[in-house]
């Protein structure tokens, strides 16, 4: 069985200051993982992926997460907060075993940029 | 990028009324897709996952007669609801898997919201 956890149902940042938005996962094999957006009344947009290799990803938009596989953590992150970056954020894990492909998801933490 | 389109983005119908969902794959070959039913606030529910050429595989407690899946081609998926009643009012994604490429994102449309009254 696969899952994750987002423990903030919500994260509020001063415009200007680093972000952070907490992802962790449990899967019984090695996990691939990824980050989504979604704005108010659309689908999720593709962030960045860990796969292998770097623990450190690079995505869209300036975002980045961190893969820790010892805390089983996959943080999303960015220097600097912008007030468009409001929205809602989900973490997601497939096992690497998963033969279906099926994508579990956390439950979204939506993210508030003050300016 | 690989895009998917979802139509129509919005349905308002009568109760007992059945809906019909369209996901494309528009710029690559789509084994497999999944629709998922988010409600307000909430995450992503997979409702069911979509193979082309078979019968779609439901998550626990979705009612299969109820919520149609067609999977005809490699880039068209539909779902239809069927009879709907007001509390299947929801917002309903797709998304679609590039197929060959495990470990590569899903691909997600822009959602259908239905309001059934």
């Known amino acids: 069985a696969q899952s994750v956890a987002q423990p903030e149902d919500q994260v509020n940042v001063a415009e200007g200051n680093p972000l952070t938005v907490k992802c962790t996962y449990s899967?019984?094999?090695?996990?691939?993982l990824f980050w989504y957006v979604q704005y108010p009344n659309r689908g999720l947009q593709f962030l960045l992926k860990?796969?292998?290799?770097?623990?450190l990803v690079k995505g869209s938009y300036g975002f980045e997460a961190e893969f820790n596989k010892s805390q089983t953590s996959f943080h999303l992150k960015k220097p600097s907060a912008l007030v468009s970056d409001s929205a809602l954020y989900f973490c997601?894990?497939?096992?690497?075993?998963?033969?279906?492909?099926?994508?579990?998801f956390g439950g979204g933490t939506r993210l508030m940029v003050n300016p | 990028g690989a895009v998917v389109s979802q139509h129509p983005s919005r349905v308002i119908c009568k109760s007992g009324t059945s809906v019909k969902i369209e996901c494309r794959s528009l710029?690559?070959?789509?084994?497999?897709m999944f629709w998922y039913r988010q409600f307000p606030k909430q995450s992503l529910m997979l409702m069911a996952t979509?193979?082309?050429?078979?019968?779609?595989?439901?998550e626990q407690g979705v009612e299969k007669d109820k919520f149609l899946i067609n999977h005809a081609s490699l880039t068209l998926s539909t779902l239809t609801v069927t009879s709907a009643h007001p509390e299947d009012s929801s917002f309903y994604i797709c998304?679609?898997?590039?197929?060959?490429?495990?470990?590569?994102?899903?691909?997600f449309g822009d959602g259908t919201r239905l309001s059934i009254l």
């Open positions: 860990y796969i292998t290799g770097d623990n």
């Open positions: 997601a894990v497939r096992d690497r075993n998963n033969a279906g492909n099926m994508l579990t």
């Open positions: 979509s193979n082309e050429g078979s019968k779609a595989t439901y």
């Open positions: 998304s679609a898997q590039d197929r060959g490429y495990r470990n590569q994102p899903q691909h």
């Open positions: 710029d690559f070959q789509a084994t497999t």
């Open positions: 899967v019984s094999g090695n996990p691939y």
